[in-house]
């Protein structure tokens, strides 16, 4: 597994105790992600999981891994946050943001959001992860400092 900073975990506590709508976790290492499943008791979708779909529609908060970046339609989500990512996948990437793009939107409705959650060290790193959100005119929020 790839370690995660605690920092992290603290933003995602942070983000969690708000009403965030309907809402998937991105997170690719799945001892991580299973830690998050338990410790907030959320379902984890993963590779192995049985009936990913219902799962999915039927909570309002997930935690799942890359098997939610492509090739899902999820008209009711409004956040996702991702804790885990692949890498500097450009394309990574847009398929995540792209779930948000399949939101039916109401008129008194708040806009969906993107948290990213980045150590100065990612942002360094993966510094072409970000372009491409802005490349395509995308607004992420963008959570580091640590």
């Known amino acids: 597994m790839r370690r995660q900073p605690r920092e992290k975990l603290i933003i995602l506590d942070e983000l969690l105790k708000r009403d965030l ?11 991580l992600g299973d830690e998050i499943s ?30 939610g970046d492509e ?7 409004d956040t ?6 692949l890498g500097g996948s450009r394309y990574q990437t847009l398929q995540r943001v792209g779930r948000l ?17 980045v150590t100065e060290e ?11 959100f802005y490349d395509k005119g995308f607004k992420v929020d963008w959570i580091y400092g640590y």
């Open 38 to 67: 338990k410790k907030y008791g959320i379902p984890f979708v993963h590779g192995e999981t049985k009936s990913r779909l219902e799962v999915i529609n039927k909570n309002d908060r997930l935690v799942i891994s890359r098997v």
């Open 80 to 85: 996702l946050i991702e804790i885990d990512f």
């Open 122 to 132: 990612e942002v360094e790193k993966y510094g072409k992860r970000i372009l491409s």
């Open 71 to 77: 090739g899902i339609s999820i008209p009711a989500l």
């Open 101 to 117: 793009s399949h939101r039916l939107i109401k008129a008194d409705q708040e806009p969906s959001v993107h948290h990213v959650l």
């Open 21 to 31: 709508g309907k809402t998937m976790i991105f997170c690719d290492s799945l001892d």
